[in-house]
């Protein structure tokens, strides 16, 4: 495989690695997570302007890696893909610009970084899916991510059943 052939992987892997490597980071550390942050969202622009060129030029990208027997997860770089790719990647760069500013005195700002870049990881996958079962795999990522998230943090202050509550009202003596 040529350098051209792990393209989509790579720019999937900057939102990823990015939002993991967040994670790990204090709060303190704000300098080291806007770097972070504003060289994940750059590499992904620089990766995207790439294929975008070879697009124009009519080449696709592709990376097949096994999954599961004979299913392989595939990531596809087309015009159409490249679109959504691109408008994906431009908006992470553009609102983390503003992000690291609106959030600058605010809590749990590694936390917001981190699911923040994994969801960007989870919106170019779907884009770039080159099959079914590569969709499925990003698109329970991006919805498991933003469901667990939501119930999961819950309010400040509230109880510790409010986030259940909220996300699961029918079933929440069942599933609590």
């Given at each position: 495989m040529t350098m051209h052939d792990w393209l989509p992987l790579l720019t999937l892997l900057?939102?990823?690695?990015?939002g993991?490597?967040?994670?790990f980071l204090r709060e303190q550390q704000v300098r080291a997570r806007s770097f972070l942050n504003m060289t994940g969202a750059g590499l992904k622009l620089v990766f995207v302007a790439i294929m975008l060129w070879g697009s124009f030029?009519?080449?696709?990208?592709e990376t097949r890696?096994?999954?599961?027997?004979?299913?392989?997860?595939?990531?596809?770089a087309d015009a159409l893909a490249m679109l959504f790719v691109g408008l994906s990647s431009l908006l992470w760069f553009l609102t983390t610009i503003y992000v690291i500013g609106y959030l600058e005195k605010s809590p749990n700002r590694s936390r917001f970084f981190g699911f923040f870049s994994i969801c960007v990881t989870a919106t170019?996958?779907?884009a770039l899916a080159g099959n079914l079962p590569t969709f499925i795999v990003f698109y329970g990522a991006d919805g498991g991510r933003s469901c667990w998230v939501a119930c999961l943090a819950g309010p400040s202050g509230a109880e510790p059943d409010a986030p259940a509550k909220a996300c699961f009202p029918r079933f929440h003596r069942e599933i609590c």
């Open positions: 900057t939102s990823l690695l990015t993991l490597l967040i994670f030029h009519g080449r696709s990208y890696l096994p999954l599961l027997g004979r299913t392989d997860l595939v990531l596809r170019v996958g779907i």
